[in-house]
């Protein structure tokens, strides 16, 4: 962490225990970011917070502190049970909450406290058995937690701590009646210590807070102090048909670096995806239907290092670290402002320096006024010349392969597959095959395979070729048959 994004307060000043401070040295921790220096005072006085602050800034660490001092100064009642957390904790995405796990595995590893992680996608069995083991901090994704609160494996009676991570994300998705679901079902706020945490606290993030939260304090770190002055940001207007060879251009321009490159869908990333790998650059994609399991693994490998390009949608825009990330393309400008300010945060990470390119082509042009605006400053505009616009060969894209892509009802088995109302019939390994549309006549179902068994009848006739289905007679009132 570069020491010009901390501050002279070091962890070592506030009343934290033994067993934190090893967690602490552990963690490489010496001095505060600027949301922990100012968010960690009031919550250690057990004051609720609401914290303003970009992704990248030390927020996690800030309020894993917090709650292990709770735990460690207010021992649990003693007719707690077990599965009854202590602590909860919900994070808008699956790769931030096991984000928030790790960190807290690390912190709390000399506490004696069970940590968990509940997210839809994956180990279903898993991780209900692992609640039912005991658990002091919950971490997951709303959906799962719910899933499980219904099943009665937990209740929320119990929690001393509530933390909201990346709010504003938490309405982007939807998810806000589930947090209202789960706050409901927690003691009341004068009964437990909250701590909101948002790269913006706008106005429904703030009612959000003073809602279900004891007098928040607000504490806002602005963004002008973390990462405009380190993100060299420049933009491209581009034709739809060059953004492909600009692409592929710029890339050869770049030496060791790690890129993230950020697409609005999940075509066109598939598109994206194949042109790099087929023209020499090895390339993770993330995107929302790679199942959970392989979308923690792409990760893993390029934080790793063992690629150097991920290809991703918003999926991946928010909450995520990982270090070295040098710069961040826009290969589609986001169609919210809010969404380029949490992109850009990918690269120039605690205090680093990084380049943000953004293509302003034809389909997306309309989004640059509203980033600028939103960000206060004009983008630069560099112009594409020629020798940027590299030769590419259509054939050269890589086809993505279909049958590594699962559908979540099937890489989880029944909730698991993606928590509350998934498909699969609503059971833990449940589903069973999906039933396939019949096919269009004269057509196929796209199989490849020998011989197929002949159609039942009306099964390949178009719809109005099919007979008509007589309509019953009602009886005539006088009880006479119909004529």
């Given at each position: 962490m570069s020491e010009k994004h901390l501050t002279k307060t070091r962890f070592a000043d506030f009343p934290f225990s033994d067993a934190i401070m090893r967690g602490v040295h552990d963690a490489g921790f010496e001095f505060c970011t600027p949301i922990q220096a100012q968010a960690l005072p009031l919550a250690l006085d057990g004051r609720d917070v609401a914290g303003q602050a970009q992704t990248g800034t030390g927020k996690t660490a800030a309020f894993l502190l917090a709650t292990l001092h709770l735990l460690d100064q207010e021992p649990a009642e003693a007719s707690r049970r077990p599965?009854?957390?202590?602590?909860?904790?919900?994070?808008?995405?699956?790769?931030?909450?096991?984000?928030?796990?790790?960190?807290?595995?690390?912190?709390?590893?000399?506490?004696?406290?069970?940590?968990?992680?509940?997210?839809?996608?994956?180990?279903?069995?898993?991780?209900?058995?692992?609640?039912?083991?005991?658990?002091?901090?919950?971490?997951?994704?709303?959906?799962?937690?719910?899933?499980?609160?219904?099943?009665?494996?937990?209740?929320?009676?119990?929690?001393?701590?509530?933390?909201?991570?990346?709010?504003?994300?938490?309405?982007?998705?939807?998810?806000?009646?589930?947090?209202?679901?789960?706050l409901r079902r927690c003691p009341t706020p004068d009964q437990r210590q909250g701590l909101l945490f948002s790269a913006t606290l706008s106005y429904r993030v703030t009612e959000l807070a003073y809602e279900h939260m004891n007098n928040p304090q607000k504490v806002v770190v602005e963004a002008e102090q973390i990462t405009a002055d380190r993100v060299r940001e420049t933009a491209y207007m581009v034709a739809n048909d060059e953004k492909i060879p600009l692409l592929i251009g710029l890339m050869r321009t770049l030496e060791k670096a790690r890129v993230i490159v950020f697409i609005n869908t999940k075509r066109e990333a598939d598109k994206v995806w194949g042109f790099l790998e087929g023209n020499g650059y090895p390339t993770a994609i993330l995107s929302g239907d790679v199942p959970q399991k392989k979308r923690l693994s792409l990760l893993k490998r390029f934080a790793g290092g063992e690629v150097s390009v991920l290809v991703a949608t918003d999926v991946a825009a928010r909450g995520l670290h990982i270090e070295g990330v040098t710069h961040v393309i826009n290969y589609d400008l986001p169609e919210d402002a809010e969404d380029y300010v949490h992109r850009i945060g990918r690269t120039a990470r605690a205090g680093a320096e990084g380049d943000a390119v953004s293509f302003v082509c034809e389909t997306y042009a309309f989004s640059l006024p509203d980033i600028e605006q939103y960000i206060g400053h004009k983008i630069p505009v560099e112009p594409v010349s020629l020798e940027l616009l590299a030769e590419i060969d259509p054939k050269s894209r890589v086809r993505v392969d279909r049958e590594d892509r699962v559908q979540r009802r099937d890489s989880g088995g029944g909730r698991g597959g993606g928590g509350r109302g998934a498909g699969g019939g609503g059971r833990p390994g449940g589903g069973g095959p999906r039933r396939s549309k019949p096919p269009a006549a004269g057509g196929t179902t796209g199989e490849t395979t020998g011989d197929k068994p002949a159609p039942s009848a009306g099964e390949d006739r178009p719809a109005g070729d099919r007979p008509r289905r007589r309509r019953r007679r009602k009886p005539r009132s006088d009880g006479a048959a119909p004529a």
């Open positions: 599965n009854q957390p202590r602590a909860l904790m919900l994070a808008p995405t699956r790769e931030l909450a096991v984000q928030i796990y790790n960190d807290a595995c690390v912190l709390a590893a000399h506490t004696g406290l069970q940590v968990r992680v509940v997210y839809g996608g994956t180990g279903y069995d898993t991780q209900r058995k692992a609640l039912e083991e005991g658990v002091d901090i919950l971490i997951g994704t709303p959906g799962r937690i719910i899933d499980y609160f219904k099943q009665h494996v937990f209740d929320l009676r119990a929690v001393q701590m509530l933390v909201l991570d990346e709010a504003d994300r938490m309405f982007d998705l939807g998810f806000i009646k589930d947090i209202r679901f789960l």
